[in-house]
């Protein structure tokens, strides 16, 4: 136990100095009106340069992410199935997909898979 705490705490005091010197080396010293706003001919935009973006899109997008990661570690159990027995290739696959299905029944009550507003 006191191994792990002497290994653990100047880990974590390396990984705070670290993100505390990226934080301060990479911020703008100034904000400049015109290099933040988009070029056009070196006239003022008549619009927004900026398309609003669609929440609803970017959840569907994540859903099909994290279902398509999902989808590849399926594809192993299909090998396995030949090493293992019978009985605990069943267990292992029905817990791996009760799980998918208790996050998709999830996400399904929650209504990100409502497309319409």
Known sequence: MFLTLTVAI???MIALIMMILANTISKKTYMDREK????????D???????PFS??????????????????LLLP?????????IS???????IFL???????YHEWKQGALNWAY
């Open 77 to 85: 159990l299909i090998v396995s199935m030949k090493i293992t027995n």
């Open 10 to 12: 100047p880990m974590f």
């Open 36 to 43: 933040s706003s988009p070029f056009e001919c070196g006239f």
């Open 55 to 72: 929440l609803q899109f970017f959840l569907i997008a994540v859903i099909f992410l994290i279902f398509d990661v999902e989808i590849t």
């Open 88 to 94: 605990s290739f069943i267990m292992i696959t029905s």
């Open 98 to 104: 009760i799980i998918l299905l208790a996050g998709l």
């Open 45 to 51: 935009p008549k619009s927004s340069a900026r398309m």
